[in-house]
């Protein structure tokens, strides 16, 4: 376990120290902070790099080779799935509290109107949703390969070879979402003013993180390679806010349209419980040293 232990703990260390350092200079305040966010994301690669170094591993395996021969299936599943999950979720939010619908766009409007840019909302929206389908993956995918390398490519397989797969998918969601604890904190998904803030933020990443977890897992694992979660990571991260621009009024990122939330994240923990019951057929590795 001395691997796996060396490089949570690197990661760890590095990103909150940083998002520490961050919080004492205003926090989501600060004009830089988006930027801060981005580069945390480059942290379990540059964590996965130190632990083998350390522990003297080797660069053997880092999940980098596409295996794009059999898998075709797979990537076009990683580049098109998330964002039909998060449709599916805002769907069946919409579909639940109808009178938050606003088909008019009038949230987008005012945003850029408070900016002074005048738009067609519509207009701005279809590009958006269309870039965010058929290139939010691409766009994404340097710092989403960042954590994926992390994550998927060296904790989920080193996870593997000492516990069942549904296990380690599990352990590694979790250690994901617990990652995220000082962004949540300082207000990023969830903001501040709900109650047992930010415990009870922390707690709901870590729940999303787990199912999101799971689909990145399958996909992974399938392909071996941590390539089509980056592509799967990059494609949630490039249309998660969608659909509020639809949601007339403050929207509740514990509820929905968010997926994010319970109702619109619905389509990630119903494929996350799907990849979780998939994954019960494979094997563990078991093998080498951790």
């Known amino acids: 376990m001395k691997r796996i232990n060396l490089f949570i703990g690197l990661t760890f260390v590095l990103t909150w120290g940083a998002a520490w350092g961050l919080m004492a200079s205003g926090g989501l305040q600060n004009p830089y902070a988006q930027l801060v966010f981005m580069s945390f994301m480059l942290i379990p690669a540059l964590s996965v790099i130190l632990t083998r170094l ?26 098109f799935l998330p964002s039909l999950l998060i449709l599916a979720g805002a769907a069946l939010y919409f579909l639940i509290f109808p009178n938050t619908f606003d088909p008019s766009l009038s949230t987008m409007a005012a945003v850029y109107q408070q900016q002074g840019i005048e738009l067609q909302a519509k207009s701005v929206m279809i590009t958006q949703m269309l870039m965010g389908i058929f290139l939010a993956p691409a766009l994404n995918f340097i710092p989403a390969l960042g954590e994926e390398l992390g994550w998927r490519g060296y904790l989920l397989p080193k996870l593997c070879e000492k516990f069942t797969v549904p296990q380690a998918a599990l352990a590694t969601g979790v250690v994901w979402g617990l990652w995220h604890a000082p962004m949540i904190a300082m207000g990023h998904n969830y903001g501040l003013d709900y109650p047992y803030a930010p415990w009870g933020g922390i707690a709901a990443m870590v729940v999303f993180c787990i199912f999101v977890g799971a689909l990145f897992a399958y996909l992974s694992l399938k392909v ?64 080498g040293e951790n």
């Not at 395996?61 to 075709?72: A, I």
């Not at 996350?272 to 093998?287: A, Q, V």
């Open 54 to 79: 350390i522990t003297a591993e080797g660069f053997k395996d880092m999940r980098l080779e596409p295996h794009f021969k059999g898998n075709v299936v797979w990537y076009l599943a990683a580049w």
């Open 224 to 287: 071996k390679s941590a390539i089509p979660a980056a592509l799967a990571h990059g494609g949630l991260n490039g249309m998660a806010a969608a659909s509020v621009w639809f949601h007339r009024g403050p929207a509740d990122p514990f509820i929905g349209p968010f997926p994010t939330g319970i109702v619109g994240g619905a389509g990630f923990i119903a494929a996350g419980l799907i990849c979780f019951y998939l994954l019960r057929g494979r094997e563990s590795t078991g093998k």
